[in-house]
């Protein structure tokens, strides 16, 4: 392609850049209160026309144009953002929104005025710029311009059939485990707690980046689309407050991680520019844009999230279908990390309430700790079930009361542990297993010193015992569903403890 002199490119480009420019340099007679959609709608139009022309010129590349294309950036994501933030300041209402720690109507008129300042110094450079470039564009005055907000004075009468939801428990169900689902993608957000001021620079691009708040964002626009596409004006959702709540928090989040992700990006793609280069002058010091973003952007939707999974689970409550199962114990030590943790993943991925069953005894399945617990029952049933074997073979039980010397009490024990392993009834995980730490007590019978080995060996890991006990779980049968799908499988290891594969409807617990 050939290559164009200034004085052409001027001509050619004049004519498109006037309404940015005019409307940019008319800014500066606004009050940011007085600053509506329309006006900041037709300015990002502007803005994303001009920059997509300036692109096509190559004016990115070009030493002389560089700055017009990079204020032209700035005015587009600024512009973006101060819509974004209009649009949630009169939306906020129609949300019913909870209670949080922070007065967000308060923090979000702040950041308005916040960032129309940025537009305004940025609409002071490119106003400049017409200047230095000698772009000479004649400015219309922004009175020329009509940005008029329509002041909405009611609402139309709601006389449309309403939707029948066809299965409006198994959606509301979906759409409020996804939330739960988000809501654990969504620790990257603590990071605002864990920072100071002077360190938030630090945690861009590793742990907070464009690409990551792009990718959540876009997640919780799919499930305000999921709401809007199955539930809204539907039934269901006329007849069950908390759903149209749940959708104006998914909402507020979105919009809030969509500015995040436009303001990171500027970040990361933009602030180097203005640190190294004399040509434009800084339109939001650093500081105080990662303060904008972690303080309001970063911290507001986090505390919407956690605010909104009690009221998702009080969704989960009211719909799920219940059930119980019954599953074995996991062959290798019970319930020990790998199948705790893989249990607790399955029940906190679907956000419902599942309590695991043993005895007389009740575990909450959403927590590895309380899984562990029953580990001590468990034992304490292998063991009993043991004892009863040991008593009844055949080289025990006509001298269980018996007293003999140290080698015989270890040959009788060897003999009777290879019949309980050819049996099945214990495996043993030590290659180099043997008796010789182990020594009959002073005035031990045969029958005491049989279960005292059995009971040290199990406690070292050396041995487990077979069992066929079996547990309760109770909730939600999605929830059952996937747990016994884990336990045919293992609970994802064989009988040594190695890791084996789980199946594809459980691929979610690799996360």
């Excluded at 909870?98 to 490119?126: C, G, H, P, Q, Y």
């Excluded at 809204?232 to 991680?257: E, M, N």
């Excluded at 015992?465 to 994802?492: C, H, P």
Aim: net charge negative.
């Amino acid at each position: 392609m050939q290559t164009i002199d200034n004085n052409r490119f001027i001509s050619s480009v004049s004519d498109d850049l006037k309404d940015l420019m005019s409307i940019s340099s008319g800014l500066k007679d606004f009050d940011y209160r007085d600053v509506n959609r329309p006006l900041l709608g037709r300015l990002n139009l502007e803005a994303s026309r001009c920059e997509e022309l300036l692109d096509a010129y190559g004016a990115q590349h070009n030493e002389l144009w560089s700055p017009l294309r990079k204020i032209t950036a700035v005015i587009k994501a600024f512009s973006n953002i101060a819509y974004s933030l209009l649009h949630i300041k009169n939306a906020a209402p129609s949300y019913s929104l909870m209670e949080i720690e922070e007065d967000f109507a308060e923090a979000t008129e702040n950041m308005i005025e916040s960032i129309f300042k940025v537009l305004i110094r940025s609409s002071a450079e490119i106003t400049r710029l017409n200047r230095e470039l000698n772009l000479n564009i004649e400015l219309t005055p922004i009175s020329d311009y009509h940005f008029r907000e329509n002041r909405v004075p009611g609402r139309l009468n709601v006389d449309r059939v309403r939707k029948e939801s066809e299965f409006p428990g198994q959606t509301a169900v979906y759409l409020a485990t996804s939330f739960l689902n988000l809501a654990e993608e969504s620790i990257l957000l603590k990071i605002y707690k864990k920072l100071n001021e002077d360190e938030y620079g630090s945690a861009i691009p590793d742990e907070i980046s464009e690409e990551k708040l792009r990718l959540l964002e876009n997640k919780f626009h799919n499930l305000q689309s999921l709401y809007d596409t199955y539930l809204s004006g539907s039934d269901v959702a006329q007849k069950d407050p908390c759903l149209p709540v749940l959708r104006g928090h998914i909402s507020v989040v979105y919009h809030l991680l969509e500015c995040a992700t436009n303001l990171t990006h500027y970040y990361e793609r933009h602030t180097l520019y203005f640190r190294t280069s004399d040509r434009l002058s800084i339109p939001v010091e650093t500081g105080k844009l990662l303060n904008y973003l972690m303080k309001y952007f970063i911290a507001f939707p986090e505390r919407y999230i956690l605010a909104s999974q009690k009221l998702c689970k009080e969704i989960l409550k009211h719909y799920a279908e219940m059930g119980k199962i019954e599953v074995p114990i996991p062959n290798y030590r019970g319930f020990h990390v790998r199948p705790s943790t893989l249990i607790a993943k399955i029940v906190v991925h679907y956000g419902s309430d599942v309590t695991m069953t043993l005895g007389n005894n009740s575990y909450n399945a959403s927590m590895p700790l309380e899984l562990f617990r029953a580990n001590e029952e468990i034992n304490q049933v292998k063991r009993q079930s043991v004892a009863e074997c040991l008593v009844k073979h055949k080289l025990v039980a006509p001298d269980i009361n018996a007293q003999y010397d140290t080698p015989l009490m270890k040959k009788i024990l060897r003999i009777v542990f290879l019949d309980l392993l050819e049996k099945q009834r214990i495996m043993i995980y030590d290659n180099n297993f043997s008796f010789d730490d182990l020594t009959p007590l002073e005035n031990e019978t045969l029958g005491e010193f049989a279960k005292r080995g059995i009971a040290l060996y199990l406690a070292m890991g050396k041995i487990d015992i077979v069992s066929d006990t079996k547990v309760a779980f109770e909730g939600d049968k999605r929830v059952l569903q996937d747990i016994r799908i884990l336990a045919e499988n293992g609970y994802g290891e064989d009988k040594f403890g190695n890791n084996i594969v789980l199946p594809v409807t459980l691929s979610y617990l690799r996360r």
